[in-house]
Each structure stands twice: as structure tokens, then as C-alpha cells.
């Protein structure tokens, strides 16, 4: 049974700092892709970033571009998003999620069909 659990959400004043953390089980992590979604109140779920299988290539949303970065540690079963200067707009439950694909880790953000139960991050003014 895969299972994948977040971590590291909290409460952060803007321009601060978070990194969360997924663990990964239940599956080859070599094979899979793995991507960060959030989701604000009222808003439909958006894929923020995402990593390729190796960890070579990375995607990013322009939203997060040059403030977030993903990261992966395939020896621990392991996914990383370290989050820089945070902003109110970035405020959401964000969830990892995973898919078998050793290709492109964004050309198809409807595959992903694995979720953990999400992890809040809210950034205040």
C-alpha cells in the first residue's frame, strides 16, 4: 500500500522561511515522479512544483519560481520543498503527491493520482 506523509507546514510571517518533507512507502521510488500541490480555501488544486525520478529535473510553477525549490533523497524514500521568502498568497494545505514515469515529471499533472493528507502552511502579514 503506498502511503505518503507530509510534513513541516506551520505558521510563518512573510518573507520567512519553511521546508516541508514527504516520505514516501509502499512503492520503487526509483520509478516514480513526485510533485507538490496546494490548495487555498476556495481554490482549485494546483501543481506548484515537481521532480523527475533522478532528482536531475525540476519544474516549477511562476508562481514559485526562484523562492521554492524541490529536492529528492532516493536513498530514504525522501521529497523536499524548501520554501524562501514566503508570501500571504503562498497560504494553503500542500500536499505531495506521486506517479510512475521515468519522462517528464510535468507533462501531465492530472496523473498524479497518489496524495498524502496534506500539510498547512499559512504565512501572515
Known amino acids: 500500500q503506498v502511503q505518503m506523509v507530509e510534513s513541516g507546514g506551520g505558521v510563518v510571517q512573510a518573507g520567512g522561511s519553511l521546508r516541508l518533507s514527504c516520505t514516501v512507502s509502499?512503492?520503487?521510488?526509483?520509478?516514480?515522479?513526485v510533485a507538490w500541490f496546494r490548495q487555498a480555501p476556495g481554490k482549485a488544486r494546483d501543481g506548484s512544483a515537481c521532480?523527475?525520478?533522478?532528482?536531475?529535473?525540476?519544474y516549477y510553477a511562476n508562481s514559485v519560481k526562484g523562492r521554492f525549490t524541490i529536492s529528492r533523497d532516493n536513498a530514504k524514500n525522501m521529497v523536499y520543498l524548501q520554501m524562501n521568502n514566503l508570501k500571504p498568497e503562498d497560504t494553503a494545505m500542500y500536499y505531495c503527491?506521486?506517479?510512475?514515469?521515468?519522462?517528464?515529471?510535468?507533462?501531465?499533472?492530472?496523473?498524479?493520482?497518489?496524495y498524502g493528507q496534506g500539510t498547512q502552511v499559512t504565512v501572515s502579514t
Open positions: 503527491a506521486t506517479r510512475p514515469t521515468h519522462g517528464d515529471c510535468s507533462d501531465s499533472w492530472g496523473s498524479y493520482n497518489t
Open positions: 509502499g512503492l520503487n521510488f526509483d520509478d516514480y515522479a
Open positions: 521532480i523527475n525520478w533522478s532528482g536531475k529535473r525540476t
